[in-house]
């Protein structure tokens, strides 16, 4: 160590005059500033290594989030399909699918196609069938999800878990009430035909009477359509 390298390092540390220090002081001091400059390095390295893996981590989160979002949509569509009920939508002028009772009440009865009905028919039987079964539905919601997001459930977080498991509910729900809300609009619309047309209903008591027996007959006409149950 040279004179100059001494006396720099004295200034850096605060000491006295290098006259007054060995060069065994002067290198054991100049190894505690080494020491202190490494650990100083650590410290800032681990921070970033840290910070880069929980950013990373949440680039993940984000993406299998984006997956599973967009598996949930197909399987919603799925199921919208299995249900029959894209088989009585229409296209709309913007792109999207409308649902029009009108278009499939002729007469006071359900005038669907046969591709239609055939679809719809089945559907419905799958529908009430599925629905009856919450708990294998839901399994198998799961299943159709992550299999579209090309995901395997043991390595999701527990938070991924909590989130799709409510997201699941909420859309088997949706489809739910989708589907019963097609199969009570065309009940509703056959109501306002035997109003229009109440020949053949036989007597009620009073007005309220008639209404339930208009109710249960628009009902009757479904099931009898579809060949099956409707939803509750």
């Known amino acids: 160590m040279t004179e100059a390298d001494k006396k720099a390092l004295l200034r850096m540390t605060g000491g006295g005059r290098p006259q ?8 054991g001091l100049l190894l505690q500033v080494v020491f202190a400059l490494l650990m100083i390095f650590m410290i800032a390295y681990f921070i970033f290594v840290a910070s880069a893996k929980k950013v990373q981590e949440e680039q993940m989160l984000d993406l299998n989030r984006q997956k599973l979002v967009l598996a949930l949509d197909k399987v919603v569509e799925d199921h919208r399909i299995r249900y029959g009920l894209n088989a009585l939508m229409t296209q709309g002028t913007d792109g999207s699918r409308v649902f029009d009772a009108d278009e499939h009440v002729k007469g006071g009865r359900l005038a669907l ?44 977080t527990a938070d991924e878990k909590t989130w799709l498991d409510a997201a699941i509910d909420e859309r088997i729900e949706t489809v739910r009430l989708d589907t019963r809300g097609v199969q009570r609009a065309l009940a509703t619309r ?18 309220g009477a008639l209404a339930d027996l208009i109710k249960r007959k628009s009902l009757e006409l479904v099931k009898e359509a579809i060949g099956g149950e409707v939803l509750p």
């Open 190 to 207: 056959l109501q306002f035909a035997l109003i229009e047309n109440p020949e053949g209903l036989g007597e009620a008591a009073d007005a």
């Open 113 to 156: 196609s046969p591709a239609a009905k055939s679809a719809f028919s089945a559907g419905s039987a799958a529908a009430a069938s599925d629905y009856a079964n919450p708990a294998t539905l839901r399994d198998s919601w799961r299943t159709e999800v992550l299999s579209a997001a090309d995901l395997l459930d043991r390595n999701l």
């Open 20 to 27: 007054g220090a060995s060069t065994d002081d002067l290198q």
